[in-house]
């Protein structure tokens, strides 16, 4: 005889018939349940990415250091000036306003220019920078003056080498310690992009004049018949050139 009955046997049959069923239904719901819970969850990660890069594309205005050369000018569209433009979004672009009232180009300095968003202003710097200038070296000249001439002012006089207008423009000419009324040796400066160059000045009194006859009253003097010497005395003696002849004091003349 066996464990069960024909009639346990039905029953347990059935209820394990049952439970096959609900395990299997509870399995389809739960996966019909899962799929759209995961989904949900991408669409929002996806969506708040969206919403994040949006407000980066809105918000995100930093500004560039300018640097230029002095009397060049300065650019007038407002991108040159933003770091990283592809954070803005052309709205954003399209509202900004550019504000470089207070840069004088033509002097150097740091001056601050103004990029202005809704009631919001930025501020960057823009360098205004001198214009580089050629390295060079010069050899001085000795000028020699007479006592009370006037002395230049201008640089190229005092220097050897053939210098540009920019260079000229840039050099500063020390003779402040010159003194053309006096005679003497004087030191004068040429300063050139912080090199000091030393020269020399001399100051001499002039000669005395030296005044030669014309070629007319030497022919006279060679005409005359006579020549006339003041002695120890004070005498004036008068005597011919010719030997034979005898100077008369009355006529003047050689007889």
Do not use: H
């Amino acid at each position: 005889m066996g464990i069960f009955n024909k009639r346990e046997i039905r029953i347990i049959s059935i209820t394990l018939a049952v439970w096959g069923v609900f395990l299997v239904g509870s399995g389809i719901i739960m996966d019909a349940q899962i799929k759209p819970i995961i989904q949900t969850k991408y669409d929002l990660k996806i969506e708040k990415r969206k919403i994040s890069e949006a407000q980066a594309k809105s918000n995100e205005i930093k500004l560039k250091d300018i640097e230029i050369e002095i009397n060049n000018p300065i650019s007038v569209d407002i991108k040159d000036y933003l770091e990283d433009i592809n954070n803005l979004s052309q709205e954003t672009l399209n509202a900004l306003k550019l504000d470089t009232s207070l840069v004088n180009i033509n002097e150097a300095g740091t001056y601050q220019y103004k990029i202005i968003y809704k009631k919001k202003i930025y501020i960057g710097t823009i360098k205004i920078k001198e214009k580089e200038l050629p390295n060079m070296t010069f050899t001085l000249k000795t000028i020699q003056l007479k006592t009370k001439e006037a002395i230049s002012s201008n640089p190229r006089t005092f220097i050897n080498e053939t210098i540009s207008d920019d260079v000229y423009n840039n050099i500063t000419l020390d003779i402040s310690t010159v003194d053309t009324s006096q005679q003497g040796d004087y030191t004068y400066l040429i300063i050139y992009k912080g090199v000091t160059y030393q020269g020399k000045v001399e100051v001499r009194d002039p000669g005395p004049t030296i005044i030669t006859p014309n070629q007319t009253e030497k022919e006279k003097e060679d005409d005359s018949e006579y020549s006339c010497k003041e002695n120890e005395e004070g005498t004036i003696i008068c005597a011919c050139k010719n030997p034979n002849k005898l100077y008369d004091a009355v006529t003047n003349s050689c007889i």
